[in-house]
């Protein structure tokens, strides 16, 4: 276990259904980022919080939508999402000038 | 624009047989260069950070090394078990964090 921990670790969605995505944190890190990783493809970065305040949301379509409710909870909200949009979502969580630790990530299947 | 490229973007080798991954970047002032390793169906797991060229830093059978232009993941008589993909990462002095796209690596026993 890696202290992040993301759920569902897989999911399948009709391009007109509501779902979230979440990730949980028990290492009292400060920055919390969401990450897109589609095959062949660097990773794409989403979002990032810094004590829970959203720093960065890198032009991502709003049909994507973060929270983040406390220092140790993430979510990414997906409506209306595109088939397109399949890929695996990655959670990460970092302190200052150390790597990051990512959670398993959740394999999404827009159909 | 800083960039990372990596290459090859995969590589079979058999059990035993050295080789070298490359990670080649283009940064505006770097703070760091991260190695990952990402097993099928999980996150990336963190291996080593450099900070400064000439450092290197290792990890049993790896070790990596940075010059001011790129950086080498060393595979030391590799097994099996390091099948993986290996990504690499600059953290740029804003704190920017860019992948680059992994190199596939199979070791055939």
């Known amino acids: 276990e890696t202290g992040v921990t993301q759920t569902p670790r897989h999911l399948v969605m009709g391009m007109t259904n509501k779902k979230s995505l979440k990730c949980e944190q028990h290492l009292g890190h400060n920055a919390m980022y969401w990450y897109k990783q589609s095959a062949k493809k660097p990773l794409e970065l989403m979002f990032v919080?810094?004590?829970?305040?959203?720093?960065e949301n890198n032009s991502v379509p709003s049909r994507f939508s973060p929270e983040c409710p406390n220092s140790s909870h993430l979510f990414l909200h997906l409506h209306t999402l595109q088939p397109e949009d399949s890929a695996l979502y990655l959670c990460?969580?970092?302190?200052?000038?150390?790597?990051?630790?990512f959670g398993s990530g959740t394999r999404l299947t827009v159909v | 624009e800083d960039q990372v490229t990596q290459s090859p973007e995969a590589l079979r080798l058999q059990e035993g047989e050295s080789s070298s991954l490359n990670c080649s970047y283009t940064v505006s002032g770097l703070r760091g260069l991260f190695w990952y390793r990402q097993d099928p169906g999980k996150g990336p797991e963190f291996l080593f950070t450099l900070y400064s060229a000439g450092e290197e830093k290792e990890k049993e059978r790896l070790k990596a090394t940075l010059t001011k232009k790129e950086s080498f993941l060393h595979i030391t008589a590799p097994k099996p078990e390091d099948s993986a993909t290996y990504l690499c990462a600059v953290q740029a002095n804003n704190n920017d964090m860019r992948f680059g796209a992994g190199t596939r690596l199979t070791v055939k026993p």
């Open positions: 990460a969580i970092s302190r200052t000038n150390y790597g990051y630790t």
């Open positions: 919080y810094n004590f829970k305040e959203q720093t």
